[in-house]
């Protein structure tokens, strides 16, 4: 039972551009959303998260948009680098600690 | 040690053998998880452990799948009599805190069921 649903399933973007991923979500109860980056043969490693109290965050070039009322949030690369071609995976958290992961999102910058 | 070390990296088992995946967490976090990520899908929740004590083992698909972290450091992933569809890569992640924020996750361990 999918209770995160990311898309796109793959996404090209040449160097330079905006890189736009989203997530729709179901369950009100999801306290805490992640987006974690994973390459090749390696874990997912954090890359920013939000709470659902706030509607945007930003890192550097990287920034969630959070909209509660929709239940969607979405992940921006601005500025995107071939370094930054990898899987994007969303996830919410259920109860105190349980991550629910999306389906992931292959991310390939073209240079 | 620097970060979640998990081995062996891969490991091939013929159908019906056992299997023991090791997990050695970041020194004094309180908390970790195995997850389970087939080809192409997101990692699934199997397990959780805060410190020594298991607190949620309702990812695990079968009584054949067992974790254990006895002294609340390092933890081991058991599969009993292995099947092909448990063919996949099994993460480790642990956290400082007992909520879960931040897991750092090790490399993984690729299992090859044949």
């Known amino acids: 039972q999918q209770q995160v649903k990311q898309s796109p399933q793959s996404l090209i973007v040449q160097k330079g551009g905006i890189s736009i991923i989203n997530c729709a979500y179901e369950n009100t109860a999801f306290d805490y959303f992640p987006w974690y980056q994973q390459f090749p043969g390696k874990g997912p490693a954090l890359l920013i998260a939000?709470?659902?109290d706030v509607s945007e965050k930003k890192e550097g070039r990287f920034t969630i948009s959070f909209n509660k009322s929709a239940k969607q949030f979405s992940l921006h690369i601005m500025d995107s680098q071939p370094g930054d071609s990898a899987t994007y995976f969303c996830a919410a958290r259920r109860s105190n600690y349980q991550l629910i992961w999306g389906a992931g999102t292959k991310l390939i910058i073209k240079p | 040690g620097a970060g979640v070390s998990q081995s062996p990296r891969y490991k091939v088992a013929k159908r019906g053998q056992d299997v023991a995946l090791r997990c050695d967490p970041i020194s004094g976090h309180v908390s970790l998880f195995w997850y389970q990520q087939a080809l192409g899908q997101g990692p699934e929740f199997l397990t959780y452990f805060q410190n020594e004590a298991q607190l949620d083992k309702s990812g695990l698909p079968s009584d054949r799948f067992f974790a254990e972290r006895p002294e609340g450091s390092v933890s081991t992933l058991k599969i009993q009599r292995t099947q092909q569809e448990d063919s996949a890569v099994y993460l480790c992640?642990?956290?400082?805190?007992?909520?879960?924020?931040?897991?750092?996750f090790g490399s993984g361990t690729r299992l090859t069921v044949v």
């Open positions: 992640a642990s956290s400082i805190t007992a909520g879960g924020h931040g897991y750092t």
């Open positions: 939000i709470r659902p």
